[in-house]
């Protein structure tokens, strides 16, 4: 079965410091996502993409944070200058549109 | 922000008999539900879902039920399973065209054989 594929599995980075997560989504998924899971607490919408652009986005996802689409498989989320909290799990998703999320299985960001 | 809440941190089961989890929300423009599973270090992995207009979805030993009087949904797993051992999230969306969900804490499910 198709996957949705994140690298990292895991990233150490230091405040201040850009990131850049990957996620290849499944190859015939037009919406692709971000959440986030911060120890211990929810999962969390960040953004969705649809069509090149973002179509919604949470208060968390601020002017550090961006999306991308940069080649017709990658799907990247930059965190411009990461803070301590910014430490979570993130997973990417995506859907062909009318059928369940399918997550990838995260990138643990650390950031010191 | 608690729009949707799982009220029981742990759920522990024998194997074979039904797991019964609970999930509660209070936005009333919610109008699709979903359970996923997750298994450490993976990502949530769609289970079942139901959409308002109905009461109840069944899966093979999964079953969902909604009350939208009482917004309130459970999940029923019939016989339970060692292998079902994991946490689950209850999530929500509205009818917005895009699935931004809304997760509950989760509820982590131990099947003993």
């Known amino acids: 079965e198709p996957e949705v594929t994140q690298t990292p599995s895991h990233q150490v980075t230091q405040m201040g410091q850009e990131v850049i997560l990957r996620c290849v989504p499944i190859?015939?998924?037009?919406?692709f996502y971000w959440y986030r899971q911060i120890l211990g607490q929810k999962v969390e919408f960040l953004v969705s993409?649809?069509?090149?652009?973002?179509?919604?986005k949470s208060e968390i996802f601020d002017d550090q944070f961006s999306v991308e689409r940069p080649d017709g498989s990658n799907f990247t989320l930059k965190i411009r200058s990461t803070k301590l909290e910014d430490s979570a799990m993130y997973f990417c998703?995506?859907?062909?549109?009318?059928?369940?999320?399918?997550f990838g299985n995260g990138t643990r960001l650390t950031v010191t | 922000d608690q729009q949707v809440k799982q009220n029981s941190p742990s759920l522990s089961v024998q194997e074979g008999r039904i797991s019964i989890l609970n999930c509660d929300y209070t936005n009333s423009m919610f109008d699709y539900f979903l359970w996923y599973k997750k298994y450490p270090a993976e990502g949530p992995t769609f289970l079942i879902s139901i959409s308002s207009i109905k009461d109840k979805n069944e899966d093979g030993r999964f079953t969902v039920f909604l009350n939208k009087s009482a917004k309130h949904l459970s999940l029923h797993i019939v016989p339970s399973q060692p292998g079902d051992s994991a946490v689950y999230f209850c999530?929500?969306?509205?009818?917005?065209?895009?699935?931004?969900?809304?997760f509950g804490t989760g509820t982590r499910l131990l099947v003993s054989p």
């Open positions: 999530a929500a969306q509205e009818n917005t065209g895009f699935q931004k969900l809304v």
């Open positions: 993409f649809y069509n090149n652009e973002i179509s919604e």
């Open positions: 998703a995506s859907t062909r549109g009318g059928s369940p999320l399918h």
């Open positions: 190859s015939n998924h037009l919406y």
